[in-house]
């Protein structure tokens, strides 16, 4: 049975209570993977997540020469040569983040071809972002059997404005401009942590980046990049949803790894829902919902706002809230079909364009339901668990790109999950 082929059977109704530790980011382990194409040397990372989001990147890295192990929660990689600058289009449509070999192969061999990569349909996803920053630095873009070819005789650095603060964008643009000759700035760069982790692990390398985690970022080109060991961050969306399965069951969860400052946007809206959530400066996150939640509005927008990827288990979550609740998505046009799944397990929720209205709170019960993404996946497992009775998750193939050891997880924390 393919992995996609299992279920997962969750009896809900219970509060969750306990002490979990997430994985290390999936988003920014993919990007460490990638970068490890911009250098000859051997490159360790550690706190990679066990997912298969990692193993379909790893295949793309092998695809153009580099040789990468995965052993538990570490990878090494090595590309002594770029063996190839077209890594296979169907390698390269399984997963998003396979894009990035397009700005990594860009520094370093100064070409690439790359099919249009795949990822969850959650709406239009345009690279122009990606293009304006290749064609700055001196590469020509063009399209080729489908795909897109980039070129550059020389790459020199240049000021770049993004019309938006693309992630995958920042991230390709920033390989590329790490190896370039001179100065480079991003304006309207993506904040994110992981894109910030991804420029701490390029300066490990022997990159010069700063204002990183910022909406500008500077870089002065150097000639190589060097190997090094690095360490992935803590998955904040994978302790996000683990938070709100907590709020959700009206029970009393701690993610002990998880990072305040990632998470600012959800403190708040747990607090405004009236959970009461304790985050420790040394690390580590405690939610606990004493009374009623409250209901609240939410904005998913780039960072530091509310993560769109966590807007689908929010939902799920103020169900079970008293009021209405709405959710405005920014971000994505097709992040929404969640809600018929929800609809299905009893939640009042409908959608208003971009926007979510959820009336709460409702008693949901046990049914069958899919995951249609991954973060569409948590939000039905969140559901799931504050429902009564039996509720079965199909194609958790795709929760299984993202979140690492769920079901374990969530036993520890007194869930009934198994996996069928
Ligand atoms: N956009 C543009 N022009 C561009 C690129 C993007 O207008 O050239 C706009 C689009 O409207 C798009 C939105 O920006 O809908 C967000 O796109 P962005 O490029 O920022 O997203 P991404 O880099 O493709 C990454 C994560 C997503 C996460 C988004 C936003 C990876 C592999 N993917 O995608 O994560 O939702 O940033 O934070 O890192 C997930 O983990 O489940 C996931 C989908």
Not at 259 to 277: N, Q, T, W, Y
Not at 376 to 395: F, I, N, R, Y
Request: aromatic share 4%; glycine share 10%.
């Amino acid at each position: 049975m393919s992995p996609s082929d299992s279920c997962y059977v969750i009896v809900g109704g219970r509060p969750l209570r306990g002490t979990v530790a997430v994985s290390g980011s999936k988003n920014a382990a993919l990007y460490a993977l990638a970068a490890t194409l911009l250098t000859a040397d051997p490159v360790t990372l550690r706190n990679v997540p066990r997912i298969a989001d990692i193993d379909e990147m790893a295949e793309v890295c092998r695809s153009v020469g580099a040789r990468v192990t995965i052993e538990g929660e570490t990878v090494r990689a090595e590309t002594p040569v770029i063996t190839s600058t077209a890594p296979p289009a169907d390698q390269v449509m399984r997963l998003r983040a396979s894009f990035l070999v397009m700005g990594a192969l860009l520094g370093r061999a100064h070409e690439a071809l790359c099919a249009p990569p795949g990822g969850d349909v959650i709406g239009s996803r345009p690279l122009d972002v990606h293009f304006v920053g290749f064609r700055a630095l001196g590469a020509d873009v063009t399209r080729e059997d489908g795909g897109y070819r980039v070129r550059a005789a020389r790459l020199r650095g240049a000021r770049i404005f993004f019309d938006y603060p693309s992630v995958l964008g920042t991230v390709n643009v920033l390989f590329a401009a790490v190896l370039a000759e001179g100065h480079t700035t991003i304006v309207n760069a993506a904040p994110e942590p992981e894109v910030a982790m991804a420029a701490e692990m390029l300066i490990a390398m022997g990159a010069r980046v700063s204002g990183h985690g910022t909406p500008t970022v500077e870089i002065e080109g150097v000639p190589t990049l060097h190997g090094t060991d690095f360490t992935v961050i803590p998955d904040r969306l994978e302790a996000g949803t683990y938070l709100l399965a907590g709020a959700a069951t009206g029970g009393d969860v701690c993610v002990a790894n998880a990072v305040p400052r990632h998470l600012d946007s959800l403190i708040a809206k747990l607090r405004e829902m009236g959970a009461e959530v304790d985050d420790s400066p040394e690390g580590g996150i405690r939610v606990a919902a004493r009374g009623a939640l409250q209901a609240v509005q939410v904005q998913a927008v780039p960072y530091p706002g509310f993560a769109t990827d966590l807007h689908p288990p929010m939902a799920a979550a103020l169900t079970q809230a008293i009021g209405v609740s709405i959710v405005h998505e920014r971000v994505y046009d097709n992040r929404t079909l969640y809600v018929n799944e929800l609809r299905k397990l009893g939640a009042r929720i409908v959608t208003a364009g971009e926007s979510v209205i959820i009336e709460g709170a409702s008693a949901l019960s046990g049914t069958s339901v899919r995951a249609l993404d991954i973060r569409a996946g948590a939000a039905v497992v969140v559901a799931g668990l504050a429902a009564q009775g039996e509720t079965t998750v199909h194609d958790i193939g795709h929760l299984d790109r993202g979140y690492a050891g769920l079901e374990e997880r969530l036993t520890a924390l007194g869930a009934q999950i198994t996996r069928r």
